[in-house]
């Protein structure tokens, strides 16, 4: 099996085939899960050291909310380890330091699981209510008067990587062919209807765009740019995207903003800062990640009142997890951003960057397996760095 393989079908293991509804309670999926990242550390830990502190903060800050979550809401030490499953998915890091897969390999594995990605995601979107993925299966999805929005699969974040990529791609070699994955990805996370992911992907697109030449207003990128507005409005004209972006604007005018007391997020965050922490010990911890208890059921029926700690991305993350987790993961996503590489991967950092700014009312740099992509990229940036160094001494030789 190429490494390349051996890349595609671990990650479609940990996301069980993007959460293919099959593999819902297929027995010891979770033993399975932990099984592959704890091999993969032990055999890679030592192999590579670039963002090795970086991960053990985030299994002490883990440790220390565990501890948290005991003493102040009498969650067991294992039901809090299992909870955490979803943040320690980064740790796939290690496996792929393993396999010591290339940056041209590990490339070529990205694209095809992109790819994979957007297909079941407009399969579940087409097929909707009939239910394909575990993300998508949830009462409160199925309920929805806007379903389509928030229609999931395990490791969609695929899906605004892959815009950044085509796009890296399209600026450096100018082939066609990564217009139409820019295209698929795009009307994918427009169907979302999020406000701050529209926002931040142009944001994001225009770091891109400049990174390429460090001049926006050029003739050139002006072209790209406008290119870009004539596919908005294009786009427009898709039912389902029409509809994403019409809920945007009833949304913004509907006085869905945090200046209004009676919006949703304006409640949530009233809440947590007022009634919920019982010290600023336990603020400063987080009162636990949701696990099998009392307390996960206490947090599960908050949100059946429409107080959802994942409206607030990373500080939603912090009440539960700790602001020492959250640190540590705006520590990494800093440092890949601000990581120095050619300009054909210059994509790593304009996604961490969207992923970032998405994070201040979205979940999705901890949700749905977001972590594994996460892993991906950051030993990317680490494979990049060494293939650069070594041509460089291959260069000094000759």
Known sequence: MSKSAKVISLFLLLTFFYGFIAFKNVPLGNTIHLAILALGTILGFSKEKEFKKYFIFIIIALTLNAISSLYYREQGLYSSFKAAFFILDIFFFYFLAYINISVRKLEKAILYLTLGAAFCYFFQQIMFPRIYFIASSYDWIINSKTAWRFIQIHGQSLLSLGVFYG???????????????????????????FRIMLFSMIVSSMYLIYAHNKKLFTAKNLSTLFGILIFLAASYFIPPVQ??????VERQSGGETLDNEDYARTIQLIYFFNDHFKSN???????????????????????EEGINL??????????????????CIISYMTKAIRTKVP????????????????????????????????????????????????????????
Request: hydrophobic fraction near 45%.
């Open 167 to 193: 796009l890296n791609k399209f600026l450096t070699t100018k082939q066609s062919k990564y217009l139409i994955l820019i295209i698929i990805c795009f009307i994918a996370v427009l169907m979302r209807g």
């Open 310 to 327: 994942a409206d607030w991305g990373l500080l939603g993350l912090s009440w539960i997890g700790g602001i020492p987790l959250v640190l």
């Open 343 to 398: 300009k054909p991967y210059k994509y790593i950092g304009a996604w961490f960057i969207y992923l970032l700014m998405i994070s201040i009312t979205h979940p999705e740099a901890y949700q749905q397996s977001s972590m594994l992509v996460q892993a991906l990229l950051l030993y990317m940036l680490t494979r990049i760095k060494y293939e650069k160094r070594r041509f460089l001494f291959q260069q000094y030789r000759n």
């Open 243 to 248: 509809e994403a972006l019409n809920h945007m």
């Open 281 to 303: 010990i336990e603020y400063f911890f987080g009162s636990g990640l949701i696990g099998d208890s009392s307390y996960g059921k206490y947090v599960m029926d908050l949100r």
